[in-house]
């Protein structure tokens, strides 16, 4: 096989404010065969979307690219005049971005936006794009394909928005795609998804491809060969089987390390009976509050859960279904419009104007992104003096010193407390963020998606350090997140919500093994495990239609349910059945039913060899 | 002085000399100026310009240079008062404003339209007409007429910062208003509120110049640029460096802090 495009030697710079050059990848070989699909893989700030770019001769403001040759076919296009690579861009070379939300023009059709290079090139008749585009659409799996290309972007759903990218991309029929983190920003039950999407018109089509990816696990079903970048260099090449089952390099290793979270790692709970919050009932949402007491948009329903001292809540969810507003209601930030909630003996009010400054002291939230959360105008050290002063009336040497003994135990040198905060990395802010809610001294701790904005290798790390705390100082927290694999790592009970309800509520050990909720399952067999083949073997994941009911006491999975019973999962509202494995779940099958549905699609040990329907995995 | 000019360009940089130019020359003008700008220096009007009388003499004999050089004292200074009084009312009430309750915001804004929706010439003359015309009259009016502008920004960009999630944990600890504004809110403001504060200097500038121009700005014995050109205004036909040399002070003033404050803007 020829290769389709060959880099030999890329160097890109980037001038920075005091005129210094500073290089940002270098010594960057690789070719790609044709018809074969190229991982770059590397934490953030690797490099891998500045090479994926500089694949089109195209350079961030601020950044060029220095030396090096990229030869399509045999053009070199550092030899090419700006019209030509213009003229190239689009045709040949097509981009899908990670965002398509930011990616997409929100005032204009989809289908004009996707036809829009053809027109640039003049390659084709609008007539005969328009076919083409809606042949795309239906090889991408998307729903309506004639008429999907009429809707706006804030029409459809992110992962379909994701899938109708590639369909932009694909349209002037382009011998190179670049895909750059296509599924990063989706659930896991839409990543499932658009990667099969994804990995149909690839294999169908022939296409030649890149896949900038930080998930060993994504990339493992989609490329042919890795590349893994650290730090703006190729640490180790070569075909997917080797890299995920041989690595030889130890940054690979460590890479391979974080994607497998070891699930012992939490210190089984006390046998303290005695619960630190426990919700009652909860409701909330957001706009009015109606005459019926419900708030106009309603987000939140009858939640329950309890949180015993010095242990750990997992709660999961996929995006909208509730999650970050629970945190937002236990915290009084958003008041709720019924329920109860209870901090040991005492009942808390719903809003937190009304809270006591102690009450308020004992239960703190760490948000999920770091970034927003710090104040860029003020020092590391202000950040964390301000709790000390704030509840604990601490004077200045008082608080120099504690702040210098929280920064240790987040595991930071206390020489950052000067420096502003806007200084630090992902890591060193989320841990900033963290040792704030600590220096108020709470009992409880909610954290909405600490780890989501970070690398696997930082968000390990993280992770540790939220069990060596509740080890050390017996603090409870409520852990949010939409990573299942996170939870089972740290979390002593798990609740499941979906659309705002509780479908299922178990120890960490019941979610290792069926029966789970029907959406449970689902959650659990779309993370994509780190072997080749995995996408071929979930084909019996798939979106089920929307059943014909509404009324808001069913079960609120019913439209996505693959189990459901016709004539009572859209007739009655969901029993709560306690299965005999100790979990409990809002479900019309019995647990023997459950168990019995789900048993085939077990989770297989990981890292096994690759199977033998892998090929071209 | 090379990074100073890669962070302003070269645009920036012409408009940093322009604006140092004028405040040096409104704070030592008066003491270098050749003559005492009342002084009669030739019997001679309209006179062009020479080495003896720079920018010549003005309708009544007296020197031009002096005068532009006493005068930039007024128009440099007031402008700068009653830019820095609009900037702070502004900004404070905008900063209450974001915090408040949604009634209070709510009045506070309206007040502030109806204020913005009065042309500020008609308002300035008006209220000129009812209290006469004196420095601290002048400042006053230029300040008010200026504060609806700023607020309407400062509340914008405190609105803004307000959803940010470290006022959200701020909140969540249960600080107060006066807290959040000023430690939270605030130094996160400052710097786009510099820039509209140098944006609001060059509007007060040309509002007074063109008040005094009306006659209705500072008085004689007293001179601002805008007063300067308008009792020259019958040098034009002669073509008089008199009427040019304060119409071209006040143009370089407000193009260099323009230029200045935009390439402060686009630099970040």
Redesign the interface.
Known sequence: MSDLIRVENLRIVARGDDDQEKTIVKNIEFSIPRGEVLALIGESGSGKTTIALALMRYARRGCHIDEGSIFLDDTDLMSLSQPALRSLRGRRISYVAQSAASSFNPSMRIMNQILESTQIHYSMSRKAAEAKAVDLFRVLALPNPETIGSRYPHQVSGGQLQRLMAAMAMITDPELIIFDEPTTALDVTTQIDVLRAFKQVVQERGITAVYVSHDLAVVAQMADQVVVLNNGEICEMGRTAQIINAPSDDYTKQLMAAAHPVLTGVAETNENDESLLSVKGLAAGYGKIRRDGRPAIPILQDINLSIKHGSTLGVIGESGSGKSTLALAIAGLLPSSAGIVKLADEVLPNRMELRSRDQLKRVQVVFQNADTALNPAHSVGRILARPLAFYHGMTKDASDKRVRELLDLVHLPPSIADQPCTRLSGGQKQRVNLARALAAEPDLILCDEVTSALDTVVATAILDLLKELQRELGISFMFISHDITTLRGVCDQVIVLYAGQKVEEGSRKNFAAPPFHPYTNLLINSVPELEQGWLDRKKHIRQTIPANADGQQLCGFLDRCSVRIEGKCDKQSPPWVALSEGSEVSCHLSGEELKRLQQHSLQTPTLKPASSNAEGG | M??LY?YLGITGLAGLALTLFWVLVSFVGPLIAPYSPGEIVNYDVFLPMSWEHLLGTDYLGRSVLSRVMDGARFTVGLAFAAALLASLLGTGLGLFSAVSGKALDESISRVMDALLSIPNKIFALVMIAALGSSIPILLLITAITYTPGVFRIARSLAVNINQ???I????????GRIYLASV?VL??MIHPMLTDFGLRFVYVVLLLSSLSFLGLGVQPPNADLGSLVRENMSGLWEGAPAIMAPAAAIISLTIGVNLFIDSLRSSR
């Open positions: 090379k990074s890669r940010m999630d470290y959200q944990v701020a909140r969540a600890r249960g600080e939270e130094p996160n």
